[in-house]
């Protein structure tokens, strides 16, 4: 059963004007909006996806990609359909871009499987979680409240009021930070500034934080932008853990994918702002392990989705120096 949604206005004719995102999307009766969630419905908005799920596994914390987060830790992972950006290189679009077969689930029953399953931890993810809004805030306030932690894997384009509502049930967020330019933000039909609210909002708001930007030959591989970027993260908290990944060709992008010399320039001129920068999709242990940026020590060793804690305290600091690394919940 679709359900109303949480933040629209009525409009005259039966039109109504959606607020959750910045696209703000005004629909006549009967038309769908931009991310193909959210219907008018005889002047209500209601949402096609609440409780429809596309994928749902047991992943690594580190494939979200979480490095700082529980390292070594496995998480219930879970998506639907839908998004409300228009990217050509999408690695996702069978499920973002197109309606794709779906089940039903409730909240109630999806935290009883993280529960059966031994989750210790819920990540909305595969898709664009902000779109599957109110199923997403149901689920994370039934999980925070039997001890479950919940992650957003998103691209941060979400309005002001339902962030700070659906932050008081989220605990960590990986946000894509697509380019650092409005013009490129625009071709993807995103909005720089949104994103760069939701980022500061999270880290405000004490939600654990980490960013990944795909490195996309032709669209942001500009090392002027990428280090405003850098030089931006910086500003906000210099121990931000910043994903640099490698694009391969999907969906309507077909450049052939990044060259490695071109992430490790970029991953060296992120270190001289950032204290932990890891390199995705290169699948090289120098480039994924967590060494701490105090005395050097390796602390957290990585090869793929292997992962060995080797120089962390229980509470998540270098073992050596006491230095914080990671959050432990
Ligand atoms: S959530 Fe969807 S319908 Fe609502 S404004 Fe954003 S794109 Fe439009």
């Known amino acids: 059963m679709d359900k109303t949604a949480l933040y629209f206005s009525t409009l ?3 039109r109504v004007k959606c607020e959750l995102c910045p696209h703000n999307c005004v629909l006549d009766n009967g038309q769908v909006g931009l991310c193909l969630a959210r219907k008018n419905e005889d002047g209500v908005l209601l949402t096609l996806n609440y409780g429809l799920i596309t994928s749902i596994a047991i992943d690594p914390i580190e494939k979200k990609p979480l490095f700082h987060l ?5 998480i219930l992972s879970v998506g639907t359909f839908g998004c409300n950006m228009k990217c050509p290189f999408c690695q996702n679009w069978e499920i973002s871009q197109e309606i794709a077969p779906t089940r039903r689930i409730t909240p109630e029953q999806l935290v009883s499987i993280a529960v059966s399953r031994k989750s210790r931890g819920i990540a909305y993810t595969y898709n664009e979680p902000f779109i599957w809004f109110e199923f997403v805030l149901d689920t994370s306030r039934i999980a925070a409240r039997e001890g479950i932690y919940n992650v957003l894997v998103t691209n941060g384009m979400i309005s002001e009021e339902p962030l700070h509502l659906l932050l008081q049930s989220i605990h960590a967020m990986n946000v894509d930070l697509k380019a650092f330019d409005e013009q490129l933000y625009k071709k993807l039909a995103g909005d720089l500034e949104t994103v ?4 500061k909002l999270a880290v405000e708001n004490s939600v654990h934080v ?3 930007t795909l490195i996309v030959p032709g669209f942001n591989d500009d090392e002027n932008m990428l280090e405003k970027e850098f030089q931006w993260l910086a500003s906000l908290d210099k121990s931000i853990p910043l994903h ?6 999907s969906y309507k992008y077909n450049v052939p994918a990044t ?5 490790v320039k970029f991953y060296n001129l992120a270190k001289k702002y950032l204290d932990f920068v890891y390199l995705g999709n290169v699948w090289d242990q120098n480039y994924e392990s967590t060494f701490c940026p105090s005395c050097g020590t390796l ?9 060995q804690v080797v120089g ?3 509470e998540g600091r270098c073992a050596k120096c006491r230095r914080r690394i990671v959050r432990i919940l």
């Open 12 to 14: 005259d004719k039966e």
């Open 70 to 74: 529980n390292p070594g830790e496995q």
């Open 196 to 199: 760069k609210r939701t980022i």
């Open 210 to 212: 980490e960013v990944t």
């Open 244 to 249: 640099l990944t490698r694009y391969f060709p």
């Open 259 to 263: 060259p490695v010399e071109i992430l």
């Open 299 to 307: 602390v957290v060793k990585r090869v793929g989705y292997q992962v």
């Open 312 to 314: 962390l305290d229980e």
